[in-house]
Every structure is written in structure tokens, then in C-alpha cells.
């Protein structure tokens, strides 16, 4: 199905309304792009490889919305346009000015691919499902992934540097926690690596659907494996599901504000001994992490940098 996409140039002081004004013409599901930065609860949130960087905020705002293509819309449109003249005579909306583009329904979901090749972290191949494994790449540890709207593909270098850890640590008798699974990349990497059970927990209900066809792609469906979905750091009834003292290793690769505070939680789901190996960190907050971590009683094992990104690996007292 062909979709035109409308876009509508406005600003952040309008957007709501304007979005609210759509959907009461029937048009649902519009799209907002603005510079408001995000919050620190919303940075918390963000379990994820890379910290978003946001241009500076000018109060401009693009709101868009879809209709198809192969229908008549010049009825809607007509009182889209006189929804928008109403608002711009009562306030501050911008140029209201519509542009208009067509894409198809499968670009919305395979747009993206376009971006995304096979590539290696060592002797590790990483390879999407439209990608064919190279015959001289046969006898490597190949590894599936598919991110689609969960994070985690292994290409950045904060993935990279926790994988690395992990193959330091995983035996047979492991027993993984992973904090902002994603792609669930990491608890693929240990199961190959030879662990014998895997958690993971996130707060994106997308990265459930991400995991099990990730863990199916590369055979693992048999496997021990538990995502839950909810915040670690401060919901009690996750921390109790989670188990405490249970885990070998704990790995979270996400931003160095949310270890900051998952830091401290964590040591009660290790067992005495147990490795907690972090990443997501810029190099400027490699002291804000390290702070974090003795304070919480932590051993630095290791601090391991690739590009401006640092990973810190960390073992919990007996």
C-alpha cells in the first residue's frame, strides 16, 4: 500500500494542540520531530548503546501524519487546512506550511536495513537474516541479529567492549543477568559462549518480541531464557522476580546516569564474587562510573576503552 505522509511545520508550543485537532478530524497515530531535550527521567528510561544528542532547541516542530495515497483525501485535507487556520490565528504556530511526500507501508519497517551489514568483533561474524553467511566465513561463531525497534545490534563499540568481557568470564555453570536486553544480543553472546541460563529485563515491551525471534534465529529457543519487562532499579516486585544473589555475571550497557543509579541495586542480585560488567559510558563519565562502583563496594577488574567509549568490569566481594 502506498501512503502520502503529510508534514506540517509548527512549533513546540503548538504541537499538542495540533495533534489533538488531528485526531479529532479521525487522523490518528501523527508523528512529532521537535528539539525539547529530554528529561532525566526519560534519559533513565533510555536503556540503550548510544546517548541521544539533540541539536539546541529553536521551538520549531514538524508534526506528520499518513493517508493513503490510493484514496480520495481532498475532503480531509480541506478541513486539516482549516483546523490549521484556526490555530495560527489564536497563537504562536509556526508557518503551518504542509509538504508532502509517498512511501510505501513496508518502508516503515525496512528502511532501516539499508544501514545494517554483516560485520565482525573479532572472530565473530554478526550477520542479519538478508545477509548470506561467505563460505570462508563457515567455521566462525556466527551470530543472527535482527534489532528491528529493540536496540542491540553488536556494530557499536559499547556492545563490542561487553562482549568481549563476557567471553572473559562465561563457563559452563554461568548464570547471566542482563540489564537493558534490547536485541538480547549480549544473552545470545552467552549462551554461545556456554551459559547455562540467561535474564534479561527492559523497559521497551518491543524488545520481547526482538529477543525471541533473535534467541530462534540463532537456535536457542531451547533455551533458559526470561525477559522481564520493568525498571530495576526501583520496582520492587521486578528486583524479587529477578532473584537476589543468583547471578555470575551482570552485564548493562546502557548510559553512565542509569548506572549511576543502578549501580548500588545491583550487587544484591550477584553472588559474592560475581562480575558486573558495564558499558554505555563516555569517556567523561568514566570517573562518575568508577565513583559509583566503590562506593558500592565493587573491585575494579578492568577498565577497557575503544573510541571515546569506556567499559568497566567490576567484581563483587566474596
Request: aromatic share 8%; net charge negative; with cysteine.
Amino acid at each position: 500500500m502506498r501512503y502520502n505522509k503529510y508534514t506540517i511545520q509548527t512549533t513546540t508550543e503548538a504541537e499538542e494542540i495540533l495533534i489533538s485537532e488531528l485526531y479529532d478530524l479521525g487522523i490518528e497515530g501523527a508523528e512529532v520531530e521537535d528539539k525539547i531535550p529530554l528529561s532525566e527521567e526519560e534519559k533513565a528510561g533510555m536503556f540503550v548503546d548510544i546517548p541521544p544528542v539533540c541539536p539546541e532547541d529553536d521551538g520549531s516542530a514538524c508534526v506528520s501524519f499518513y493517508l493513503d495515497a490510493d484514496t480520495e483525501q481532498k475532503a480531509l485535507l480541506d478541513e486539516v487546512r482549516e483546523m490549521l487556520s484556526g490555530i495560527g490565528s489564536r497563537m504562536n504556530a509556526g508557518s503551518l506550511e504542509i509538504t508532502v511526500s509517498q512511501t510505501q507501508d513496508e518502508d516503515f519497517l525496512n528502511n532501516w536495513k539499508q544501514y545494517f551489514h554483516q560485520f565482525y568483533v573479532d572472530d565473530i561474524l554478526i550477520i542479519p537474516s538478508w545477509e548470506d553467511v561467505k563460505t570462508e566465513d563457515s567455521d566462525r561463531m556466527i551470530i543472527h541479529i535482527d534489532p528491528g525497534t529493540a536496540f542491540g545490534t553488536g556494530m557499536h563499540e559499547t556492545t563490542q567492549l561487553c562482549i568481549r568481557e563476557l567471553r572473559k568470564y562465561v563457563t559452563g555453570n554461568t548464570a547471566l543477568l542482563d540489564v537493558g536486553t534490547g536485541s538480547g544480543i549480549l544473552a545470545i553472546m552467552a549462551y554461545k559462549f556456554g551459559a547455562a541460563y540467561a535474564m534479561g529485563t527492559d523497559l521497551d515491551i518491543c524488545a520481547v518480541d526482538a529477543v525471541r525471534d533473535n534467541m530462534e534465529a540463532n537456535g536457542l529457543t531451547d533455551r533458559n531464557f526470561r525477559l522481564l519487562i520493568g525498571n530495576i532499579i526501583d520496582d520492587p516486585s521486578v528486583q524479587q522476580e529477578v532473584g537476589f544473589e543468583k547471578y555470575d555475571i551482570v552485564t548493562a550497557n546502557i548510559l553512565a546516569e542509569v548506572l549511576v543509579e543502578l549501580t548500588p541495586v545491583i550487587g544484591n542480585h550477584l553472588k559474592p564474587g560475581g562480575i558486573y560488567i558495564t558499558s554505555g559510558i563516555i569517556d567523561d563519565k568514566e570517573e562518575t562510573v568508577l565513583t559509583a562502583l566503590k562506593n558500592a563496594g565493587f573491585e575494579i577488574v578492568a577498565v577497557n576503552h575503544q573510541g571515546e567509549w569506556v567499559g568497566i568490569t567490576a567484581r563483587k566481594p566474596e
